[in-house]
Nanobody, 121 residues
């Protein structure tokens, strides 16, 4: 089993920045990829960004590309999502995901509890 705990969400004005963290524990040796998904009210959960365990390969959705960056620190078993130039449409609950397979576009079995990001003036 893998446990994921997100942190770093909050409220910010348009144009601001936030950095989300996702700390993994448990059977971390089984993780091949980690990612971030988000779900806005009334909408389906959508992929934001993913990264392989070694950090060599990453995917960032076109909607946020150029504004969001995904990274990970394997020594700390933590993945990050740096979000810059935030827009009101980025408002959502952001979920961390861990996958036992190297699949960048399909979520794995493990989810965090989610962290709220609100972008509003």
């Amino acid at each position: 089993q893998v446990q994921l705990v997100e942190s770093g969400g909050g409220s910010v004005q348009p144009g601001g920045s936030l950095r989300l963290s996702c700390a993994a524990s448990g059977s971390i040796f089984s993780i091949s990829a980690m990612g971030w998904y988000r779900q806005a009210p009334g909408k389906q959960r959508e992929l934001v960004a993913t990264i392989t365990s070694g950090g060599s390969t990453a995917y960032v959705d076109s909607v946020v590309k150029g504004r969001f960056t995904i990274s990970r620190d394997n020594a700390k078993n933590t993945a990050f999502l740096q979000m810059n130039s935030l827009k009101p449409e980025d408002t959502a609950v952001y979920y961390c995901n861990a996958n036992r397979e190297v699949k960048l576009w399909t979520p794995g079995d493990y989810w965090g509890q989610g962290t709220q990001v609100t972008v509003s003036s």
